[in-house]
């Protein structure tokens, strides 16, 4: 395991997610059509998602620089004030890691805290 320190959102972070399949698009890598001719074949969704790890693999560069809704703006501004409150509740100290990936970097994930 890998644990990059960076804000998520940041070049950084975006940086160690290319060419990464993520936790939040991991059903996307895996989804498959569930009936037709093409049953168990992999979905449109999926296709273009693998499209897009081959080139930032090949690359090495992130194809976008992120996309962000109302309600990932709101949770990121948040997201202080509730691991905050988690410390109080639990008597936890959060320590923070912007993603980790497996020891290949094939896999990742944004560790929240």
């Not at 509740?89 to 929240?112: E, H």
Request: net charge negative; proline share 3%; hydrophobic share 40%.
């Amino acid at each position: 395991m890998i644990i990059i320190t960076c804000d998520q959102g940041s070049t950084e972070w975006h940086q160690a997610r290319a060419g990464c399949i993520t936790a939040s698009m991991f059903g996307d890598a895996r989804a498959r059509l569930k009936s037709g001719a093409n049953k168990g074949q992999p979905t449109s969704a999926a296709l273009d998602y693998a499209f897009k790890l081959a080139v930032e693999r090949i690359s090495g560069q992130p194809l976008d620089g992120g996309f962000e809704t109302w309600q990932m703006k709101r949770g990121h501004e948040l997201e202080p004030e509730a691991r905050m409150e988690h410390e109080i509740q639990t008597a936890l100290i959060i320590q923070r890691a912007g993603f980790v990936t497996t020891d290949a970097g094939m896999l990742g994930a944004n560790a929240d805290g």
